[in-house]
């Protein structure tokens, strides 16, 4: 059986040169690597300008042709009859259209119904509402329904959690 101190020289013994050497050399080959796919790379302001310069005429070809798509007339789609007409073309037409329309004011806002009605009963008038079919020139008066004393409003749904 090995005596722990001779177990402690062997979990501490220094490691031998060959891992030394075998980690440097590692970190050669990387090097290396790296140089190898850096190094033709191209660098300095000659390589900035034409980058620059390959970037610059692109942008001016996408405007070209934006230009042209914004001026010219052409057919999206013959079959459906479907053409491109320039822009200001198309809001001179706009703007004559909306001068022959009358502005009309905006409807009402639909809001949502806060509480929900008890199944089965019917919704009473709102007090001060006409009575449909009489035709006063003085306030309308409530109609009976409304006249009875409120009935408590009705509680929400308990809400369910599953």
Request: charged share 15%; no cysteine.
């Amino acid at each position: 059986m090995a005596t722990p101190e001779s177990s402690r020289r062997i979990a501490y013994s220094p490691a031998p040169f060959s891992t030394w050497l075998g980690v440097v050399l590692l970190f050669i080959l990387f090097g290396v690597i790296v140089l190898a796919v850096i190094g033709p790379s191209p660098r300095g302001s000659d390589y900035e300008q034409a980058r620059g310069k390959k970037r610059m005429e692109r942008l001016n070809a996408l405007r070209e042709e934006n230009e042209k798509e914004l001026t010219t007339y052409a057919w999206v789609d013959k079959n459906k009859g479907v053409a491109r007409i320039p822009i200001n073309r198309a809001m001179e037409l706009e703007v004559a259209e909306l001068a022959q329309k009358k502005p009309a004011p905006a409807g009402p806002i639909a809001t949502p119904a806060t509480q929900a009605s008890p199944a089965g009963a019917s919704p009473a008038a709102p007090q001060g509402a006409a009575v449909s079919g009489s035709l006063s020139s003085g306030p309308a008066s409530p109609s009976p329904a409304a006249q009875q004393a409120p009935s408590p409003p009705a509680s929400p749904a308990p809400a369910t959690t599953p």
